[in-house]
């Protein structure tokens, strides 16, 4: 198993529409490329509140690189994602980690 961490910093005041985007459109669209995600996450107390930090799993890059790519080639992602930022950028950049569980941890 392999964890994506991935952080989007959003511009000051954004961070409610990237939920809204994900609550309402992204979701829906893991759903149809079968992306698992473990969970979402805001910053309570931090160096930005302006993030959202997210986990997906994944059994392998291969996997990931299938499932993601089909994702992100998705018109229909596409056009819906272009039309949410249409009158301001939402996310102003995404940190991206990959992360291999131990031997002791207790996800795995």
């Keep these: 198993m392999i964890v994506e961490m991935r952080v989007y910093h959003c511009a000051?005041?954004?961070l409610p529409a990237l939920q809204e985007r994900f609550r309402n459109t992204t979701l829906a669209f893991f759903d149809k490329y079968?992306?698992?995600?473990?969970?979402?996450?805001?910053?309570?107390?931090?160096?930005?509140n302006h993030a959202l930090t997210y986990l997906l799993q994944w059994e392998s890059l291969a996997e990931r690189e299938e499932k993601w790519n089909a994702f992100q080639a998705d018109k229909e992602w596409q056009a819906k994602r272009s039309a949410s930022e249409a009158q301001q950028p939402i996310v102003e950049r995404i940190e991206?980690?990959?992360l291999a569980?131990?031997?002791?941890s207790a996800l795995r």
Excluded: C, E, L
Aim: charged letters at 10%; aromatic letters at 16%; zero cysteines.
């Design 12 to 14: 000051a005041g954004r």
């Design 34 to 48: 079968g992306i698992k995600q473990i969970g979402f996450w805001t910053t309570v107390v931090g160096p930005s």
């Design 101 to 104: 569980p131990t031997d002791f």
């Design 96 to 98: 991206n980690h990959f």
